[in-house]
Antibody, heavy 119, light 107 residues
Framework: EVQMVESGGGLVKPGGSLRLSCAASGFSFRGAWMSWVRQAPGKGLEWVAR??????????DYGAPVKGRFSISRDDSKDKLYLQMNSLKTEDTAVYYC??????????WGQGTLVTVSA | AIQLTQSPSSLSASVGDRVTITCRASQVISNYLAWYQHKPGKGPKLLIY???SLESGVPSRFSGSGSGTDFTLTISSLQPEDFATYYC?????????FGQGTKLESK
């Protein structure tokens, strides 16, 4: 069974940093492209970032609101996906989901981890 | 940037109803249009990709259609487990954009 479990969320002050992790199982992680998607309280879904597999160059893409502040990475030896979040703003408060990339879509999702940015 | 506008933003319906949700793009888009179902406390669930392809394991009462700027998600006969929020999503220029969501509630 495909499973993703996010962790690392919590309360952080504006300007601070946080690193989220996503532990994957039940599929070949090293061959998978992966994304982070978030949902702010009372708002809709917003795509955050994507990373390709190592064999496809391990290149990355970012949504405009987080470009230059967030960094997505992966450790295929541990079947883990990461999101390093720097210079956090109150508007980054959200539940963050990791997901596998399907055909121009995300086809398997975790349950999410809550990040709260507040003074 | 291309924007996606869903209508309606909320919808009340009864079990057995036929429900249609529309997603309109601000310009003509490719067929990289997907639909998701999202319930509170859970990760979203992919229903449809490439406009009309049904994701494995998704009931056949869900269907997608459209082209150009106008796309629809149809639930042919609403079931109790279908009450949720639905999102359309576009993939374009190595980035994803979501519609604002449609909340489907029980009448």
């Amino acid at each position: 069974e495909v499973q993703m479990v996010e962790s690392g969320g919590g309360l952080v002050k504006p300007g601070g940093s946080l690193r989220l992790s996503c532990a994957a199982s039940g599929f070949s992680f090293r061959g998978a492209w992966m994304s982070w998607v978030r949902q702010a309280p009372g708002k809709g879904l917003e795509w955050v970032a994507r990373i390709r597999s190592k064999i496809d160059g391990e290149t990355t893409d970012y949504g405009a609101p987080v470009k230059g502040r967030f960094s997505i990475s992966r450790d295929d030896s541990k079947d883990k996906l990461y999101l390093q979040m720097n210079s956090l703003k109150t508007e980054d408060t959200a539940v963050y989901y990791c997901a596998t990339e399907g055909l121009a879509s995300q086809n398997n999702w975790g349950q999410g981890t809550l990040v709260t940015v507040s003074a | 940037a291309i924007q996606l506008t869903q209508s309606p933003s909320s919808l009340s319906a009864s079990v057995g109803d036929r429900v249609t949700i529309t997603c309109r793009a601000s310009q003509v888009i490719s067929n990289y249009l997907a639909w998701y179902q999202h319930k509170p406390g859970k990760g979203p669930k992919l229903l449809i990709y490439y406009v009309s392809s049904l994701e494995s394991g998704v009931p056949s009462r869900f269907s997608g259609s459209g082209s150009g700027t106008d796309f629809t998600l149809t639930i042919s006969s609403l079931q109790p487990e279908d009450f949720a929020t639905y999102y359309c999503q576009l993939f374009n220029n190595d980035a994803y954009t979501f519609g604002q969501g449609t909340k489907l509630e029980s009448k």
